[in-house]
């Protein structure tokens, strides 16, 4: 966990939710499950697998939500507790990594040359890239649904080709707004909102719903595969608990 920390800079962070460690387990870990979401779905999938850890872009514990361990999430969290298995989270560390992050991952999924982020316009943690060559949105389309097994809501502010994007993964439609002051073809994020067609068509920039599951399982699975690599005999895998928003 403190390896962890360090690698994603969780102290620069003001962040929703604690990032690191938010329930402590066994002391040691030989087997560490990645996945989203931490949902009752795939911690029953952690049990199945033996394993002694979860770790997760979305965990417990957020600001603003009932504090009482009942119901859903006493559930969810006496399951682990019952079963000694840690829960990990990182939530905007992990959106902002430079290469592990979920924003990295999936520009480099996409094929895009990172050329900057959004911080110009006043939005992080998102990313600003290129195509090698100029595609229409519906063939942007396809390659989205291609690479994430999911087809996008797309809504043309335009016309011409797309070759510049801006993209934030997860909920992050609000965004949009600030994708067009850079001066993008298109914007991508995981969600949408009843005004994003609007704001589409009046600014003049393409967007794409590409879901929020989809749009973020890049990150946990790079850590998985980091981990391996850290600690070649800690077994780190990811399970994916399909979720169609």
């Known amino acids: 966990v403190r390896s962890l920390n360090q690698l994603l800079a969780v102290e620069q962070f003001q962040d929703y939710c604690p990032?690191?460690?938010?329930?402590e387990g066994r002391a040691e870990i030989s087997k560490v499950v990645t996945g989203v979401t931490a949902s009752l779905a795939l911690i029953e999938r952690v049990l199945d697998e033996e394993a002694d850890a979860l770790l997760v872009h979305h965990g417990f514990f957020w600001?603003?939500?009932?504090?009482?361990?009942?119901?859903?999430?006493?559930r969810r969290v006496r399951a682990l507790i019952q079963k000694n298995i840690?829960?990990?989270?990182?939530?905007?560390p992990l959106d902002a990594h430079p290469?592990?992050?979920?924003?990295?991952?999936?520009?480099?999924?996409l094929g895009f040359k990172i050329s900057g982020d959004m911080q110009d316009a006043g939005w992080s943690p998102g990313l600003v890239g290129e195509l090698p060559t100029a595609m229409s949105g519906?063939?942007?389309c396809q390659r989205l649904t291609q690479q994430l097994g999911r087809e996008p809501l797309y809504f043309a502010g335009h016309t011409r080709p797309l070759q510049r994007f801006a993209w934030c993964t997860g909920a992050a439609e609000g965004?949009?707004?600030?994708?067009?002051?850079?001066?993008?073809?298109?914007?991508?994020s995981g969600e949408v909102s009843e005004r994003t067609l609007h704001e589409a068509r009046e600014l003049g920039i393409s967007?794409?719903?590409?879901?929020?599951?989809?749009?973020?399982?890049?990150?946990?699975q790079a850590l998985a595969r980091w981990i391996t690599q850290q600690w070649p005999a800690v077994d780190a895998r990811f399970i994916d608990d399909p979720n169609p928003v």
């Open 19 to 23: 990032n690191g460690l938010q329930i």
């Open 63 to 74: 600001k603003g939500e009932p504090a009482p361990l009942t119901g859903m999430k006493g």
């Open 86 to 92: 840690n829960l990990i989270a990182y939530h905007l």
């Open 99 to 109: 290469s592990l992050g979920n924003n990295a991952q999936l520009g480099a999924l």
């Open 138 to 140: 519906d063939d942007f």
């Open 175 to 188: 965004a949009l707004v600030h994708a067009a002051e850079l001066g993008v073809d298109a914007y991508i």
């Open 207 to 220: 967007y794409f719903s590409a879901g929020h599951h989809a749009t973020e399982r890049g990150g946990v």
